[in-house]
């Protein structure tokens, strides 16, 4: 960034992040609040229908996966051993008991890890969020 996009950029003012990771994290616009991100499951909305924010501009890709996975992973793996110390059960019958907590952990926290991160490309100006013909 040069001296000048700097400048435009604290001009415009800084905007909180954690305000908008709630925000995010409820699947609602980082900027107002009130408008939903998401047309559907995980389709991000070209922009907010409340207060017209672009949100086209997001990249998340496979990163809401990513964390997804790693956090309900890490959730899951003490119980999946405290269960199979204290009970023995049979393979089969343990993963059938740890497979649909797993899987609907991660359906629940997927849209919202989503949204966190939109929200964190907002707070932050990434990826075209940010500067003065945009908002």
Same mark, same amino acid.
């Given at each position: 960034m040069t001296e000048t996009q700097n400048i435009s950029v604290a001009q415009e003012g800084e905007r909180e992040l954690k305000p908008a990771l709630r925000r995010g994290w409820k699947q609602r616009c980082p900027k107002c609040g009130s408008g939903p991100i998401f047309d559907g499951y995980l389709k991000v909305r070209h922009d907010c229908p409340v207060c017209n924010q672009a949100l086209y501009h997001q990249r998340a890709d496979d990163g809401p996966a990513w964390a997804t996975m790693l956090i309900a992973g890490h959730l899951m793996a003490p $119980?999946? +051993?405290?269960? @199979?110390?204290?009970?023995? #059960?049979? #393979? $089969? =019958?343990?993963?059938?008991? +740890? =497979?649909? #907590? @797993?899987?609907l952990l991660c359906l629940w926290l997927l849209p919202r890890i989503k949204g966190g991160f939109i929200a964190f490309q907002w707070a932050k100006r990434m990826h075209g969020f940010g500067g003065a013909g945009e908002e």
């Open positions: $119980l999946m +051993i405290i269960m @199979f110390e204290t009970f023995r #059960p049979d #393979p $089969l =019958v343990m993963i059938a008991i +740890i =497979v649909i #907590p @797993f899987v």
